[in-house]
């Protein structure tokens, strides 16, 4: 659906930056699907082509989204430092974690199988499941700011604005699930775990 405002992504971005006081963050289109996020390093907003060129709801929401992450970073929301200061910790977590379990299970003869080894493999897992459970709520914020700007802003109108929560929405839940299906593993490979030990 197309927004009343008629203002694309990219444009919706940058008055939203703009109206929180932000003026050091650039919007900018990147390329790919669905490869819409804010890079607090460089201080980016990147939208994919639909979002940035986009003159409808659901490129309005997924703008205002990343918009709210990068309101965020200024604000130092506390959900959004701790993540910050996880993201390297978890690249080596989720890189590894794998690898030493196999080892510590001693999947296809690798490794042996060791309890020591298993565990530390389950600690490196626990970081990354961590890491998901604490996306849940940066992510449930930025789209909160989100919401609550496009509707001040009178970007969207009522009807608008339900569509671009139910965008959102559908959008969470995605996170929803791989935190889910993170803590689901690391269950298991704590069941896995506790098994051995007792035998």
Not at 76 to 90: D, F, G, I, K, N
Request: hydrophobic share 45%.
């Amino acid at each position: 659906m197309p927004t009343s405002s008629g203002l694309s992504g990219k444009e919706i971005a940058e008055k939203m930056l703009k109206q929180n006081g932000i003026y050091d963050v650039q919007v900018i289109s990147v390329p790919g699907y669905l490869s819409d996020h804010y890079d607090p390093t460089k201080k980016t907003v990147n939208l994919s082509p639909e979002v940035y060129e986009g003159r409808n709801v659901a490129a309005a929401a997924v703008a205002a989204h990343e918009c709210g992450h990068a309101v965020q970073h200024a604000t130092a929301y506390s959900m959004l430092m701790l993540r910050s200061r996880l993201v390297p910790v978890t690249q080596l977590s989720t890189t590894l974690s794998q690898w030493v379990i196999i080892a510590g299970l001693g999947i296809f003869g690798f490794g042996g199988g060791n309890q020591t080894v298993l565990l530390i493999g389950i600690i490196l897992f626990a970081v990354s499941t961590l890491f998901a459970v604490i996306t849940l709520p940066v992510e449930f914020d930025a789209s909160a700011r989100a919401l609550k700007w496009l509707d001040t802003a009178n970007i969207t109108r009522p009807q608008e604005l339900d569509q671009a929560k139910d965008a959102l929405k559908w959008a969470a839940l995605t996170y929803v699930v791989a935190a889910l299906a993170s803590i689901a593993m690391l269950v298991q490979y704590i069941f896995i775990y506790q098994s051995r030990s007792r035998d």
